[in-house]
Each structure stands twice: as C-alpha cells, then as structure tokens.
C-alpha cells in the first residue's frame, strides 16, 4: 500500500472526512490549490441564523491560466476566454447581436527573420523540402545555407537555426521585450491609418468610428512571440452603435496590413549590441471573418476556438521551462533544447548589463524576454474576464439568500498526501463541477 493510499485511509477514519473530501472535489480536480487558514460562516440575512460555520483550512482553486501548470483552471479560463471572444463577434453578455454585421477581421502578426532557422513546409498535398539550396553554399561559419530535409511535426530540429553563430540572439531578445510596446504602437497606427483612407483627421475618426480588438500572444517553435487578433470596427459609442458605410471589412483589412509594416521601434543598447529597429514580419495575415453559421471558412466561432486555444499556452510551447530562472547556475541544468537555452542565456547575458536594465530582461529569461501580457482587449470590446467569473459565481449562488463573512489569509499551495490522490481521481474520472 501506498504512501498517498494510507494518508486517504487515515483521514477517512477522521471527523469531518465528507466535508473535507467536497472541498477538494468541488476544485475540479485543480493541480496546486491555494491554502487559506482563517474562519468563515454562512448566515442567513433574513433571521441570522448561523447556517454553517468553517475553522481551520480553506482550499481554492488556483486559478492558473496555463495548462501546463493546472488542466482543470486553464480549461476554465479558455472557455471564458471562448466566450468573450465569440460576444464580440456575435454578441451575448451584453453585447447586443448588431455587432454581428460590423467590419471585423481576424489579423496574425509574426516576429521577423534573425536569421533563418528549420522549417516545415507543405505544397500539394506533401511535404517540401525545409530550404532548398545548393549543397556547395555555406555560410560564413562553413555551415550548410540550406536543408533538404522533410520535416515532420515531431522533428527536433524544427525552430533550429541552421547556423547559430549567424542567428542574431540579441535582436530576438529584444524583439520579444519589446512586442508589448509593438503592438500598441501597431494599434495608434492602425488609427491615423484609417483616418488618413477615410480622408479624416484623427479626432474627427475618433468622433465617427471606434476600434476594437481582442489578441492573444503564441510562441511560434523558433521561441519567438506572434499575435492572433481580432479587430473590429464600431460606431463611436462602441458595438451597440453603428460604423459609417465607409468603414468596410476591405478597409480595416488594408488598413491593418498597411499599419503593420509601418510600425517602427528603435531599441535601447546600440551602443552594446548594434542600433536594432524593430518591427514586425514582412507579411501580415489579414482575414476577413464571417458571421457565426455563415457558410464561409473563418467563422466567428472557429476563431473564438483558435485564440481561446491559445490562450492558456506559455513559453513551453516554444520548449522552454514554465518557471523563472533565478540564478544562471539553472541554465546548465535546465532540459532546454539548444536553441531555447541560447535564448534564455542572451536575455541572462543583456539583462546584466547596466545599458538593458529598463527592460528586466533576467526576470523574464524563462519567457525568452516577452514580458507582456498573453491575452488582451480593448475596452469596448465585449464583457471582461471578472464579469463572466462574477457571474459564474452568482450562478452557483442561485436560489440561496445566504452571506459568508469570515477572515483568511494565505498559508501556502498545494494538496497533502490525501487530498493529492482525491484530486487525482476527480482529474481522471471527470467528477466535479470545475474550478471555482
């Protein structure tokens, strides 16, 4: 018998087994709950009876939006995410059905090139060669410029440089440090954009046309960072009203594309590593996206799905670890594939000098220097996160008058022996009623 098994038998023969065993069970099987020590009790308003009263240890869900930290919140927050998501497009939570009808596309903005790395490429119905180039041709470092190789999806060697002397590490590095404040950029251009084909000034767009959007951030294999976004066009006051005829789905569509090669950002630190003007990928995949049921390809739902897919993912999507790096001793023994760790040493290697200090490059090594946020919008885009959990909450509360009051504060994560093998039951058998 097991270590886990007698801990569970153990407090099996203990009072308040069945209470205990609810509260793990109603986590949903969340992998590393917070722990609450405190008192709480549940009254009712109307006569202040004392329904129920709780001493001791509260556990709570941990709310993690990754999946590879904990299966059962991330798939809570990817629903969500799927559901703020879709309002926008079809409207619900609010969200008036209108919306519907407004020009929206849905827009992936990549990283550029620093240098080219192994790829997977598909042509008929097959797969091609990676970089077809004659044997013969190296470069500078005596390294092959091309690969004839057919990669699979499995195959290690994708997201590779083909020679890592010639890949340019600091650029990526800063690139990705610097994507958060690209895309904002890429938004106030988008802006002027519209405005200069509508033949506007920028108050008097401001004053007809609101713009909205909702992205998320994906670790492409190369380590580096692209956008999934869905853009849409409103009237002034947002998705209840109207845009003027002008503004059309073509419009936004060119616009987007036209905005997004115009963005420019000079990074910090030329002086150290060379003068880097960052900017995104050559080309912008711009798609317009039909209504939901509508018999076209991208439909509002497929691209709910798509980015809420996205939304729970991480750095270790890219290969490299989920937690932070505090000491470089940690890069040695870390089990990143070799182009991952060159990342994280580079940021390692720049956030330690003064020049970079602004940009917390060691602080974010274990995300290959993004320090953004994954999933973001605009105001006036749809509902928020806290109003769907908000009224999640209320949903279960429904029907009961009661009120909780108590005091609580933090005393550590995770599951004891017992409760880890409960959890890992609910897990595997489905029971429970999800992450609250």
């Not at 969200?95 to 596309?105: A, K």
């Not at 209840?240 to 990074?267: G, Y």
């Not at 999640?392 to 009661?402: I, P, V």
């Amino acid at each position: 018998m097991n270590d886990s098994l007698t801990a569970l038998l153990e407090r099996a023969a203990q009072p308040g087994f069945e209470n205990w065993r609810r509260g793990i069970v109603r986590l949903g099987g969340c992998t590393n709950p917070v722990n609450l020590t405190g008192h709480g009790t549940t009254v009712d308003p109307a006569t202040g009876e004392v329904l129920r009263s709780l001493n001791g240890r509260l556990l709570v869900a941990c709310g993690n939006r990754r999946a590879v930290v904990c299966p059962t919140c991330a798939r809570v927050y990817r629903g969500d995410t799927y559901h703020l998501i879709r309002a926008g497009l079809v409207g619900g939570k609010e969200v008036t059905e209108e919306v519907g009808g407004h020009p929206r596309v849905f827009a992936t903005l990549t990283a550029p090139g620093f240098g080219p790395v192994h790829t997977r490429r598909e042509g008929n119905g097959r797969l091609l060669a990676c970089r077809p180039r004659p044997a013969k041709d190296r470069c500078p470092h005596g390294e092959p410029v091309g690969c004839h190789a057919r990669h699979t999806e499995n195959d290690a060697r994708l997201g590779e440089p083909l020679c890592p002397h010639c890949y340019d590490y600091a650029g990526a590095v800063l690139w990705q440090a610097y994507a958060g404040a690209l895309w904002h950029r890429f938004t106030l251009e988008l802006r002027r954009e519209l405005a200069r084909r509508a033949g506007l000034s920028r108050s008097a767009f401001a004053e007809r046309v609101r713009l909205s959007y909702a992205k998320v951030a994906e670790y492409q294999r190369r380590g580096l960072i692209h956008f999934h976004a869905v853009i849409r066009l409103d009237g002034p006051d947002g998705p209840s009203t109207t845009p003027p005829t002008w503004a059309t789905t073509e419009l936004l569509a060119d616009a987007v594309r036209s905005a997004a090669q115009r963005v420019r950002l000079r990074a910090i630190g030329a002086e150290v590593v060379g003068r880097r003007v960052l900017r995104f990928g050559a080309q912008a995949d711009v798609r317009p996206i039909a209504a939901f049921g509508a018999d076209e390809r991208l439909t509002s739902s497929a691209v709910a799905g798509y980015i809420a897919k996205y939304a729970t993912k991480g750095a270790e999507a890219a290969g490299a670890t989920s937690g932070r790096i505090h000491h470089a001793s940690e890069l040695v023994a870390l089990p990143l594939r070799r182009h991952v760790l060159r990342m994280a040493g580079a940021c390692w290697w720049l956030g330690g000098l003064p020049e970079f200090e602004p940009l917390g490059l060691r602080r974010w090594a274990h995300m290959l220097g993004y320090r953004g946020h994954f999933t973001t919008k605009s105001r006036r885009y749809s509902t928020t996160l806290t109003a769907l959990r908000t009224a999640r909450a209320t949903h279960r509360a429904s029907g009961t008058d009661m009120v909780t009051v108590g005091q609580w504060r933090y005393a550590g994560r995770g599951y004891d022996l017992a409760g880890a093998l409960i959890a890992a039951s609910v897990r595997a058998e489905g029971d429970g009623h999800g992450a609250g």
